[in-house]
């Protein structure tokens, strides 16, 4: 696919073990210039501009939804690149929120799970697996709540 693996970690070093398990390159800023404390890495802005045609593809995103991280916005306006948040639990995360909101490809961790357990059901049964029940099972235990739904009782009508 000629693609070519590019981590981005709030702690640089975790970023290099990455990079020398699965080869690419570590960034120690995803703004113009990487902070003094990165000053090891280089600025993915750097990196892009070493590269010939740099396109930013896919962004995979394996942060706690606590973190409320988002891209810069520069990334999300000059290449449109398909995210995947491995977060299943909330449902939506400030990063899906800010792909979606730049119409963006997402690709939620609730489908990243089903999709998971269908392949694993497969391999270990030998059978075809469930896909629907497996994938309504998954949304059920991942959707919000819709209001009105879950927890609310309905108030009896006492004015007759």
Known sequence: LGLKSVYYNR??????????????????????????????????KDILASIDNA?????ISTLPAAAEFVLPDWIIESFKPII?????????????????????????????????GVGQFEAWTKRTA????????????C???V???EGEEEEEDTSQ
């Open 84 to 116: 995947f948040d491995v977060n299943y639990k909330p449902f939506t995360t400030k990063l899906l929120e800010q792909a979606e909101d730049a119409d963006c490809t997402v690709v939620r961790g609730s489908e990243m799970l089903w999709e998971q």
């Open 55 to 59: 396109n930013i593809r896919v962004v």
């Open 11 to 44: 702690t640089p070093s975790k970023a290099a073990d990455l990079a020398e398990t699965f080869g690419g390159q570590v960034v120690g800023s995803l703004e113009d210039a990487a902070s003094e404390a990165d000053s090891d890495y280089d600025s993915l």
């Open 130 to 141: 469930p896909y629907g029940v497996m994938r309504a099972m998954v949304l059920e235990n």
């Open 143 to 145: 959707l919000p709540p």
């Open 147 to 149: 209001e009105g739904e």
